[in-house]
């Protein structure tokens, strides 16, 4: 007889390989955005240095990292701010989130389906939100939390800056 235990799940964070993972992410995003004819006009116009490391930050604390991009830099409020009012190209987010699956396989992310498929329903419904404060005279809101996505997709917001949520479990046959 088979007994299963119940284990608790990683945080797509913990399960992608940490903040060293999300960096290779964002700067295998940040240039494949650069290769692309469509995108590389915002994307070599920026304005921070560090553009990288935040995006970084902000991913790894979507995906059930520490919450540094919130601590550091104002949260999701500042990042939607970031991109308010830019105006936008009809398939600037399609172009974008398909750097971004292509950047998962430059990183080395890990190819399992669930993941990659996590990762690709983010980005879509990050991009979507993101377009929709386009237009010119679009405002943010201020003091908006980060987004937490975990296997299931968005998540409940919490209060709880100390770390990640748990992000349910799954059983393993012993």
Request: net charge negative; hydrophobic share 40%.
């Amino acid at each position: 007889m088979r007994e299963t235990v119940a284990v608790a799940r990683p945080s797509m964070f913990e399960f992608a390989g940490g903040e060293p993972a999300f960096l290779a992410l964002a700067a295998a995003h940040h240039r494949r955005c650069l290769e692309d004819p469509e995108l590389n006009h915002p994307f070599s116009h920026l304005g921070n240095p560090q553009h990288v490391e935040r995006l970084a930050g902000y991913w790894a604390e979507v995906f059930g990292g520490p919450p540094r991009y919130s601590q550091s830099f104002g949260g999701h409020s500042s990042m939607l701010g970031i991109h308010a009012g830019q105006g936008a190209g009809e398939d600037l987010g399609a172009r974008f989130v398909a750097c971004f699956v292509q950047a998962a396989d430059d990183a080395g992310l890990p190819d399992h389906p669930d993941f990659r498929a996590g990762l690709r329903a983010y980005m879509e419904w990050a991009v979507g939100e993101v377009l929709s404060y386009s237009p010119p005279e679009a405002r943010v809101a201020a003091g908006l939390p980060v987004p937490r996505w975990g296997w299931n997709g968005l998540e409940e917001a919490s209060s709880d800056l100390d770390g990640p949520d748990d992000a349910g479990s799954f059983r393993i046959p012993t």
